[in-house]
């Protein structure tokens, strides 16, 4: 009987300028659905919620592209690819938050600082998912023997 491969979504490296913008497609669709739900009337939107799905959405960025980095075969480019993806979707998601808001960083409340934090975050995800990747290449390297069985002396 022919086995199947497994496949996982988190087994490959993506380009992350591709997920970058993936998200931020993502966002602008739910900013665009929660504005359409506002105009209609059927909830009520705050006025910074497209700042809350910038913030979630970077946040969502920042776990996934540390767990592709996990697959990536050259660290230091993916790293630079990331780390500009980044920033990159960290100023687009704050540009279309303040035009679909009109409210800046700033005047959003405590937004400032959860993009410090989330960015701050992503790079200790990143430093952490590294060091393991490299604890388990080291580990996988290291040549695992058999202990030696010691004879015991025998006691009176």
């Given at each position: 009987?022919?086995?199947?491969?497994?496949?996982?979504?988190?087994?490959?490296?993506?380009?992350?300028?591709?997920l970058?913008?993936?998200?931020?497609?993502?966002?602008?669709?739910?900013?665009?659905?929660?504005?359409?739900?506002?105009?209609?009337?059927?909830?009520?939107?705050?006025?910074?919620?497209?700042?809350?799905?910038?913030?979630?959405?970077?946040?969502?960025?920042?776990?996934?592209?540390?767990?592709?980095?996990?697959?990536?075969?050259?660290?230091?480019?993916?790293?630079?690819?990331?780390?500009?993806?980044?920033?990159?979707?960290a100023?687009?998601?704050?540009?279309?938050?303040?035009?679909?808001?009109?409210?800046?960083?700033?005047?959003?409340?405590?937004?400032?600082?959860?993009?410090?934090?989330?960015?701050?975050?992503?790079?200790?995800?990143?430093?952490?998912?590294?060091?393991?990747?490299?604890?388990?290449?080291f580990?996988?390297?290291?040549?695992?023997?058999?202990?030696?069985?010691?004879?015991?002396?025998?006691?009176?």
């Amino acid at each position: 009987m022919a086995e199947r491969a497994s496949f996982s979504y988190l087994e490959k490296a993506y380009n992350p300028i591709l997920l970058a913008l993936a998200i931020f497609g993502a966002h602008v669709v739910v900013v665009l659905g929660a504005k359409f739900v506002h105009l209609t009337g059927m909830a009520e939107v705050s006025v910074r919620f497209p700042w809350v799905s910038a913030a979630s959405f970077l946040l969502f960025y920042a776990v996934f592209n540390s767990i592709f980095s996990l697959s990536a075969s050259n660290a230091a480019k993916y790293w630079s690819r990331s780390v500009f993806s980044f920033l990159g979707l960290a100023v687009v998601n704050g540009f279309t938050a303040y035009l679909f808001s009109s409210l800046g960083i700033d005047e959003a409340g405590s937004y400032r600082w959860i993009y410090i934090v989330v960015t701050f975050g992503y790079l200790v995800f990143l430093s952490i998912v590294n060091f393991i990747k490299k604890i388990v290449e080291f580990a996988q390297k290291e040549e695992w023997n058999q202990p030696r069985a010691r004879s015991r002396k025998k006691r009176n």
